[in-house]
């Protein structure tokens, strides 16, 4: 048998510039397509072979619509135009386009009371973007008069280091992936199946087709000497993501009524591209400058055409590191021994048949994630700032986002379901979930209310340790459908006109998420402005009742804060 399938979905959005010009709009294109093509071929009534071809191109393209027209503000407060041919802030124009590919092959055989799925699948990846940083300068004058005098103040750009042309972050990444796969259905006893599993994942490393990849290279254990230098490859392959797969099912009593199914395994997964890829923003390849009116020497005038075309003076030489101490460039760098997280899962649950075809379930699920990502501000130290100077531990660079394994998770779950099967007209299903999940860092990006991007000390996770930023203790869900009977004994033609009604509804409660509570200031010294207070007191496990409150205070007055909260202290 081959089946084949294609879909595409053209779409086209026309978005405001976020500025008072109503010429200038901003188009963002979408074309995805799907092809599938599926392959099942019978060798004998015992063994089948299951072979499946995938491409799937996902573009999202914003080429902006003025491209000579640069990123233009006003330095006086209430006089500016934020932004022209751009939206949603300085990283437009976008340009991605992601192509995959797919190749599964999967031989099922029955054997016995064996039944065996050996199978393998290869994974190609190819993504041609730009994720353009300042790429578009950014234009900056005193005032609307000094605009239509063409006196500028200041124009940062991203450009080569060497050249001060400019230089986007466009890259041709690839990645390949494989996967071997071995199961065995084994029915050992009428009342008794085993399922018996093995999986090997390799997800290869991220290269790119012209070599610009670069990030933070050790020296030592300490970032103050590491540099920031060009690779072949970010981090090598992980080879030994082996997963075994363990579960039952047992029918205790032999009569139907009773089910018992368990399980375990590991699970790995992939490192996606936007947590890897964001190491195009770092030098040498290229780095945001700003020539400014107020610099001695410097002459933004001057290097102000449009279009753009750079300029000499935007030239800045790196150093041994990589870096400047003059200029001190960010970089968002990823380990060279990164390795694919994978959790650990298990499973116990009690099914039993009621009257009625009625069933109700009680079900127990842990996972334990282990080497899970985290994106940490790198370049501090507690107490760095005591001399009122954040002189930054490597003072070659700025900030350094690095991403690395760091984090483990645990998740413990209670599930009780009572569900009916569609009969006599109507279904119903009801599930109560109890659980909690804990973990020092939900989202590599950052995520939740009050969680910062990576920790709060880069050298102790254990402090940032706590509530998952989606953990929800309590969750109720429940839904039902009912088949009107009106009209179900009426004539052919009624009741195909007027019956076959049915009425359906679906209810959703659960706890809320937590919250860290955080404020703008810098308690332990270490150059970012996101610390913790200390509590004074317990605080009630629910703060508010909705977003009103928070508007209102959820917190009270402000005069009572001092005994609810207290700055730690500095360092």
């Not at 353009?132 to 200041?154: C, G, M, N, R, W």
Request: charged letters at 20%; aromatic letters at 12%; glycine letters at 10%.
């Amino acid at each position: 048998t081959i089946t084949g399938r294609y879909s595409i979905n053209d779409r086209v959005e026309q978005r405001p510039g976020d500025n008072s010009a109503r010429a200038f709009r901003v188009d963002f294109l979408e074309k995805d397509q799907n092809v599938a093509l599926n392959h099942t071929h019978v060798f004998s009534s015992n063994v089948i072979n299951d072979l499946r071809l995938g491409w799937n191109y996902d573009p999202q393209i914003n080429a902006a619509n003025f491209p000579e027209v640069p990123h233009v503000q006003f330095s006086v407060a209430g006089r500016g135009v934020s932004q022209y041919s751009q939206t949603f802030g300085f990283v437009f124009p976008l340009d991605f386009r992601l192509h995959s590919y797919q190749i599964y092959d999967a031989l099922g055989i029955t054997r016995g009371n064996h039944g065996i799925k050996i199978g393998a699948e290869l994974r190609w990846f190819q993504e041609n973007s730009e994720f353009a940083q300042f790429t578009k300068p950014l234009v900056t004058f005193e005032d609307i008069l000094d605009f239509a005098d063409d006196e500028v103040l200041s124009v940062q750009a991203r450009v080569d280091p060497v050249t001060g042309r400019p230089s986007g972050t466009y890259r041709n990444f690839r990645l390949r992936e494989f996967g071997l796969f071995i199961q065995d259905d084994w029915k050992l006893t009428p009342r008794l199946t085993l399922n018996l599993g093995l999986r090997y994942d390799n997800f290869g490393t991220l290269t790119d087709t012209k070599d610009r990849l670069s990030t933070l290279l050790f020296s030592s254990p300490s970032v103050v000497d590491a540099r920031i230098a060009p690779v072949k490859q970010l981090y090598a392959r992980d080879n030994n993501n082996f997963a075994p797969r363990f579960g039952f099912a047992w029918d205790p009593t032999g009569g139907a009524k009773w089910a018992v199914r368990g399980g375990t395994g590991l699970f790995y997964n992939r490192l996606w591209v936007n947590f890897t890829g964001n190491t195009r923003f770092n030098t040498p390849f290229s780095m945001p400058v700003t020539l400014n009116a107020l610099t001695p020497g410097q002459n933004p005038r001057a290097a102000y055409r449009i279009p753009f075309e750079g300029d000499a003076g935007f030239a800045r030489p790196l150093d041994s590191l990589g870096g400047s101490t003059a200029l001190r460039p960010a970089g968002q760098t990823i380990a060279t021994d990164l390795r694919a997280p994978y959790i650990w899962q298990w499973f116990l649950g009690v099914q039993r048949r009621l009257p009625g075809e009625w069933v109700a379930e009680a079900s127990y699920l842990g996972t334990a994630g282990r080497k899970l990502l985290i994106r940490n501000e790198f370049n501090r130290v507690s107490g760095d700032r005591a001399d009122g100077a954040l002189d930054r531990v490597n003072r070659s660079f700025g900030s350094i986002t690095h991403g690395y394994n760091a984090v483990s998770s645990i998740y413990n779950g209670l599930v009780t379901q009572l569900s009916k099967r569609f009969s006599r007209g109507y279904t119903v299903q009801a599930t109560y979930t109890f659980s909690r999940s804990i973990d020092a860092d939900s989202e590599p990006f950052g995520g939740g209310a009050g969680e910062q991007q990576g920790s709060m000390e880069v050298s102790n996770l254990r402090l940032d340790r706590g509530l998952s930023a989606f953990d929800a203790t309590h969750r109720f869900a429940a839904s039902f459908l009912y088949e009107v009977p009106l009209f179900r004994q009426a004539a052919a033609p009624v009741r195909s006109l007027l019956g076959g009604w049915q009425v359906g509804g679906i209810v959703s409660l659960q706890s809320g998420f937590p919250m860290t509570v955080v404020t703008s200031e810098d308690y332990n010294l270490d150059g970012t402005f996101l610390d913790r207070p200390n509590a004074v007191r317990a605080l009630p496990r629910k703060i508010g009742d909705g977003p009103r409150a928070f508007l209102n205070g959820a917190f009270g007055e402000r005069s009572t804060w001092s005994s609810q909260f207290l700055p730690a202290p500095p360092g």
